[in-house]
C-alpha cells in the first residue's frame, strides 16, 4: 500500500498513514524502535545480492521449501520453472508477472498478465521486484544481523516460516537464525477470532490504551508467558484486570519478611518493572502511590458526569491525593474508566443522576424512612459518608421496611433506576442540597416536607 494514496490526505500514501498512526500508539508505551522500511530498502536497491543470491541457488531453496510442504502433506509442490520472486507491475501495478532470468542473476525480466507490461530490471537499481516472505525473511536476518526475533504461532508451526528460514539463511546466505520466541495468539474478548491483520480483525494499540492504562497494558503482556494464548477484554473483565493491577501494586510494595511470601513480592516487582514506562525498581516496603480502584472511580465520575477535574479534586478533598504524581494516575485512571464507561460499561453498569425531580408515590413507611433521611440531610448537608453509615442503618427502625426494600426508592429518585452503586457514597459525593432537591419533592406532595 505504499503506492496507494492515502484517502485522508494527510500522508504521502495510505502506509504513511497507517505508520504514523502505529507509531504514535506505542509511543505513550515507551516503545521507540528503529523503523526499517522494507519498501525503501527494496526500492533503492539494498537487498539486490541478496535477490540474486536467492536466483542463483534457486534449487536450493526449492528443495528446502518443498521438504517442509511434503513433511506437511501440502498437495502441491514448487514446479521446475519456480523462481524466489515477487513484486509489481511497474505500469499498473498489479502482481501478476511472469518472471524469468538470464545468466546474470541481477538482471530480472518479466511480463505483466494483467496489462502484457514487459520490462527488464536491474535489481542494483531498485524497482519492485522482491523476494516471497519464505526467502525474504532469512534474507534480512542475514542483511540487518538479527540476532533476536519473536514470531507468532502460524510461524512457530512445524514446517513453518520459521524452520524454512533456519535453513536458508544457513545453507544461502551463510548466516545463522536468530534467537527466537514463539508467541500464541491475542483474542478479544467475546469475538470467535484472533487478532488478525490479514482478516481486518484488528484491535489496535490505541484502541487499547483508551481503556488501559500504558503501564496496565504491559502488564497484562508481562503477566503472560509469551507461548500462551490469552484475551484482551473490553467488558466486565476490564474491572478484575484492574483490580488485579492494583493487588500487584500492593504486593510489590510489602516489606519482605524473610518468608516464603518474598518470593511472589519479588514477583510482583518484577512485572511492575517491566511494565513501568521507566522500568523503575520498587523498593520494599515504600509507601504505594495512590491510584482510586476502578469500581469506585466509576462511581464518582458518574456522579461528576464523567467531569474529570471534579473527579481528580474529590479525591484531593478527601485527603487521598497528596502529591502531583498521585494527582496524574488519578486523571489518568479516570480518562481510561470514562471512556469504559461510555463506550463498553452494560446498562446495568451505567447511571446518571436526573437533571429534574420526579413526584413518586410513597407508601406511608417509605415516607417515613424517606423523611428521616432527609432530615438529616438538612441538619448536616456536607455530611461524610463515614458520618451517615449510622443513620443508614438505623433509618428503618420501627417499621417493616429493610434497606434492602426500601433503598430502590431512594435509588428511583435519585438515579431513575431500582439499583445503584453505594447509596452512602452516592449521596454524600452528590452533596446533600443536590440530593435534597431530588428527593423532597416526593414528600411535599404529601405534605411532609
Given at each position: 500500500i505504499v503506492d496507494v494514496p492515502d484517502p485522508f490526505g494527510d500522508h504521502a500514501s495510505y502506509a504513511d498513514h497507517n505508520i504514523a498512526a502505529f507509531e504514535e500508539s506505542i509511543a505513550p508505551l515507551a516503545i521507540a524502535p528503529e523503523f526499517i522500511r522494507q519498501s525503501k530498502r527494496y526500492r533503492a536497491g539494498a537487498y539486490a545480492d541478496g535477490i540474486a543470491a536467492a536466483i542463483r541457488e534457486r534449487e536450493t531453496i526449492r528443495g528446502i521449501l518443498n521438504r517442509a510442504r511434503e513433511a506437511t502433506s501440502a498437495r502441491t509442490l514448487l514446479g521446475d520453472d519456480w523462481l524466489p520472486l515477487s513484486g509489481f507491475c511497474g505500469a499498473c501495478g498489479r502482481d501478476e508477472l511472469a518472471f524469468s532470468v538470464g545468466d546474470d542473476p541481477y538482471r530480472v525480466a518479466y511480463t505483466c498478465a494483467s496489462c502484457q507490461h514487459a520490462e527488464e530490471v536491474d535489481l542494483r537499481a531498485g524497482g519492485s521486484v522482491k523476494l516471497p516472505w519464505r526467502i525474504d525473511w532469512p534474507m534480512r536476518w542475514a542483511y540487518e544481523g538479527v540476532c533476536f526475533e519473536p514470531g507468532g504461532k502460524d510461524h512457530s508451526t512445524a514446517g513453518g516460516s520459521y524452520d524454512t528460514a533456519k535453513d536458508i539463511v544457513r545453507e544461502i546466505y551463510g548466516g545463522s537464525a536468530p534467537s527466537y520466541v514463539g508467541y500464541d495468539f491475542v483474542r478479544i474478548k467475546g469475538r470467535a477470532g484472533k487478532i488478525s491483520s490479514s482478516r481486518g480483525e484488528v484491535v489496535t494499540v490505541g484502541d487499547c490504551l483508551e481503556i488501559y492504562e500504558p503501564e496496565i497494558l504491559r502488564w497484562i503482556f508481562v503477566s503472560y508467558r509469551?507461548?500462551?494464548?490469552?484475551?484482551?477484554?473490553?467488558?466486565?473483565?476490564?474491572?478484575?484486570?484492574?483490580?488485579?493491577?492494583?493487588?500487584?501494586r500492593r504486593l510489590a510494595h510489602e516489606a519482605d519478611s524473610g518468608g516464603?511470601?518474598?518470593?511472589?513480592?519479588?514477583?510482583?516487582?518484577?512485572?511492575?518493572?517491566?511494565?513501568?514506562?521507566?522500568?523503575?525498581?520498587?523498593?520494599?516496603?515504600?509507601?504505594?502511590?495512590?491510584?482510586?480502584?476502578?469500581?469506585?472511580?466509576?462511581?464518582?465520575?458518574?456522579?461528576?458526569?464523567?467531569?474529570?477535574?471534579?473527579?481528580?479534586?474529590?479525591?484531593?478533598?478527601?485527603g487521598e491525593i497528596t502529591s502531583d504524581e498521585e494527582r496524574r494516575l488519578c486523571a489518568q485512571r479516570a480518562r481510561c474508566v470514562w471512556r469504559w464507561i461510555a463506550d463498553f460499561a452494560p446498562d446495568e453498569f451505567r447511571y446518571r443522576?436526573?437533571?429534574?425531580?420526579?413526584?413518586?408515590?410513597?407508601?406511608?413507611?417509605?415516607?417515613?424512612?424517606?423523611?428521616?433521611?432527609?432530615?438529616?440531610?438538612?441538619?448536616?448537608?456536607?455530611?461524610?459518608?463515614?458520618?451517615?453509615?449510622?443513620h443508614m442503618k438505623s433509618l428503618c427502625d420501627g417499621t417493616a421496611l429493610d434497606n434492602k426494600s426500601f433503598l430502590p426508592v431512594v435509588y428511583d429518585l435519585l438515579l431513575g433506576r431500582e439499583?445503584?452503586?453505594?447509596?452512602?457514597?452516592?449521596?454524600?459525593?452528590?452533596?446533600?442540597?443536590?440530593?435534597?432537591?431530588?428527593?423532597?419533592?416526593s414528600l411535599g406532595a404529601l405534605g411532609l416536607s
Open positions: 509469551p507461548n500462551t494464548e490469552f484475551q484482551i477484554s473490553f467488558d466486565l473483565d476490564v474491572i478484575k484486570i484492574y483490580e488485579d493491577f492494583d493487588r500487584t516464603k511470601a518474598d518470593t511472589k513480592r519479588q514477583i510482583a516487582r518484577r512485572a511492575l518493572q517491566l511494565s513501568s514506562l521507566d522500568h523503575r525498581r520498587i523498593e520494599p516496603g515504600s509507601p504505594v502511590p495512590f491510584i482510586p480502584g476502578f469500581r469506585h472511580l466509576s462511581m464518582i465520575l458518574q456522579v461528576y458526569d464523567g467531569d474529570l477535574e471534579r473527579t481528580v479534586e474529590h479525591y484531593v478533598q478527601s443522576i436526573r437533571d429534574e425531580a420526579i413526584v413518586r408515590s410513597l407508601t406511608q413507611e417509605e415516607a417515613v424512612v424517606l423523611g428521616r433521611l432527609c432530615a438529616v440531610l438538612r441538619d448536616q448537608p456536607s455530611i461524610s459518608e463515614d458520618a451517615l453509615v449510622p439499583k445503584g452503586p453505594k447509596v452512602t457514597t452516592l449521596v454524600t459525593t452528590m452533596g446533600g442540597a443536590r440530593a435534597l432537591a431530588l428527593m423532597e419533592p
